[in-house]
C-alpha cells in the first residue's frame, strides 16, 4: 500500500513539475513567476508582462462560475488559457487596462507549444498560485 502511495505521490510531482517546465521554457522570459505588488510597482519599467501570480489571480478572480462548483471553474479556467495562448485579444483579456496599456496583448504562442505543454502550464498557473494572493 505504501508503494502505490509512494508511486501516486512521485506521479503528481513529475507533473507538476512538467507544467513548470513549460512556464520556465515558454513563458518566464515574459512572465515573473513570483512579486509582490510593491515590487511590481518598483520594477514596472523593466517587466515585460504581467507576473504569473497576478495572470493567475485574475483568472481566478473573473472566471465565475453560476453554482461555484471548483471542478468545473478549473476546467473552465484551463479552456480558457489554452485558447488563449494561442489566441490572446483584447477582447478576452482579463488584464486591467492599465497593464494592457503598458504590456500590450500576449503574441500568439499558436505553434509553440502542444496541447499537453497547453494542458500542464495550464494547470500549473492553477495549482502553484492555489490560495496565494498578488
Known amino acids: 500500500m505504501n508503494k502505490i502511495l509512494m508511486l501516486l505521490v512521485g506521479a503528481c510531482g513529475l507533473y ?3 507544467g513548470y517546465s ?3 521554457k515558454h513563458c518566464m522570459q515574459c512572465h515573473v513567476e513570483m512579486m509582490e505588488k510593491k515590487e511590481v510597482v518598483r520594477m514596472l519599467h523593466t517587466l515585460k508582462a504581467p ?3 497576478e495572470v493567475s489571480n485574475r483568472l481566478k478572480e473573473n472566471i465565475i462560475i453560476a453554482d461555484d462548483d471548483d471542478d468545473v471553474k478549473r476546467r473552465v479556467t484551463i479552456a480558457f ?3 488563449y495562448i494561442d489566441n490572446p485579444s483584447v477582447q478576452y483579456s482579463m488584464c486591467h487596462p492599465m ?3 503598458k504590456f500590450g496583448i500576449m503574441p500568439s504562442q499558436k505553434g509553440k507549444l502542444n496541447e499537453e505543454e497547453k494542458q500542464a502550464v495550464a494547470e500549473w498557473i492553477i495549482d502553484r498560485y492555489k490560495g496565494v494572493k498578488f
Open 99 to 101: 497593464a494592457i496599456e
Open 51 to 53: 507576473p504569473m501570480i
Open 22 to 24: 513549460v512556464y520556465q
Open 16 to 18: 507538476g513539475a512538467e
Open 81 to 83: 488559457i489554452k485558447d
